[in-house]
């Protein structure tokens, strides 16, 4: 079992639309989760953070986190073709202080 | 401010070849990760680094593999002898302890092709 699960997609919806992110993980001292967004032949980028249960939003982007079904989610609202990137889920695993554990990704296409 | 900066931002080898990638962290930055990504394999955590020193090297796939960092401002990755699976983009982080939590911030990566 992958330590960090992602749908590897592709997703797509049309511009406009809510595009939901999903991702799993096995490790349940897991504290800290990111997203990063990585478009095409360049490097990923963290666009959202989120340590507590519940909800954290930032402009069009919201986060989801359920600890006790150790799941995270990302929603982009009100689409945009220049969201079209994959995204990926990163933890921190238990007992490390400073490494990250990435999904897989999941790669959404925003259709105009 | 710069950015992480990697070098060379693609390299050709051929099979049995030594290849060294070069990163230079964000100044003030105290941690260094270096990842290799493939489509099998995903984004892959190779090693670490905490102020200068390798602290975790259990992702570096065999011997062939080596890394250093010298001081603050400037890591390699070394493969030796490189083999045609080595191919794949390899990314250089860096992060500081006094920043936003475990925040990484990555380099352009270097596109790796061994022949």
């Known amino acids: 079992q992958k330590e960090v699960e992602q749908n590897s997609g592709p997703l797509s919806v049309p511009e406009g639309a809510i595009a939901s992110l999903n991702c799993t993980y096995s490790?349940?001292?897991?504290?800290?989760f990111f997203w990063y967004r990585q478009y095409s032949g360049k490097s990923p980028e963290l666009i959202m953070s989120?340590?507590?249960?519940g909800d954290k939003e930032d402009g069009r982007f919201t986060a989801q986190l359920n600890k006790a079904s150790q799941y995270v989610s990302l929603l982009i609202r009100d689409s945009q073709p220049s969201d079209s990137a994959t995204y990926l889920c990163?933890?921190?695993?238990?007992?490390?202080?400073?490494?990250?554990?990435f999904g897989s990704g999941t790669q959404l296409t925003v259709l105009p | 401010d710069a950015g992480v900066i990697q070098s060379p931002r693609h390299e050709v080898t051929e099979m049995g070849q030594e290849v060294t990638l070069r990163c230079k962290p964000i100044?003030?930055?105290?941690?260094l990760f270096w990842y290799r990504q493939t489509m099998m394999r995903g984004l892959e955590l190779l090693i670490y680094?905490?102020?200068?020193?390798?602290?975790?090297d259990s992702g570096m796939p065999e011997d062939r593999f080596s890394a250093k960092m010298p001081n603050a401002s400037f890591s390699t990755l070394k493969i030796q002898p490189s083999e045609p699976r080595d191919s794949a983009v390899y990314f250089c982080?860096?992060?500081?302890?006094?920043?936003?939590?475990?925040?990484?911030?990555f380099g352009p990566g270097t596109r790796l092709t061994v022949l």
């Open positions: 490790d349940r001292g897991s504290q800290s």
């Open positions: 990163a933890v921190t695993p238990s007992g490390s202080a400073r490494q990250l554990t």
């Open positions: 100044s003030g930055h105290d941690y």
């Open positions: 680094f905490n102020n200068n020193v390798p602290i975790d």
């Open positions: 989120i340590y507590s249960n």
């Open positions: 982080a860096s992060s500081s302890s006094g920043g936003a939590r475990f925040t990484q911030y």
